[in-house]
Nanobody
């Protein structure tokens, strides 16, 4: 069993920045950040494969968000810059035990955190 705890959410104005953290109870090779706005489906935002260092992002955040990890602390970060009102959502950290080519699919993940709210005002 892996416990994931997110932190770092908050309220910012458009153009601002936030850094989300996902602390894991155990080392996980495949970790991702998802977000879900009210009335919308959960969306994969970014992923990192900690063995190979592979990273990928959904198109709407490329160039603005950066995913990274601290191996020693078992923490995965999501640095979010140039935030837009459309980034407003609950952000979740997720981890899975095996490789998958469809990292954006929530069903591919075994473990989820409870989420942290990000609100961006215009």
């Amino acid at each position: 069993q892996v416990q994931l705890v997110e932190s770092g959410g908050g309220s910012v104005q458009a153009g601002g920045s936030l850094r989300l953290s996902c602390a894991a109870s155990k080392y996980t090779y495949y970790t991702a950040w998802f977000r879900q706005a009210p009335g919308k489906e959960r969306e994969g935002v970014a992923t990192i494969y900690r063995g190979s260092g592979f990273k990928d992002y959904t198109d709407s955040v490329k160039g603005r968000f950066t995913i990274s990890h601290d191996k020693a602390k078992k923490i995965v970060y999501l640095q979010m810059n140039s935030l837009k009102p459309e980034d407003t959502a609950m952000y979740f950290c997720a981890a899975r035990l095996s490789f998958s080519t469809t990292w954006r699919a929530p069903s591919a993940y075994n473990y989820w955190g409870k989420g942290t709210q990000v609100t961006v005002s215009s």
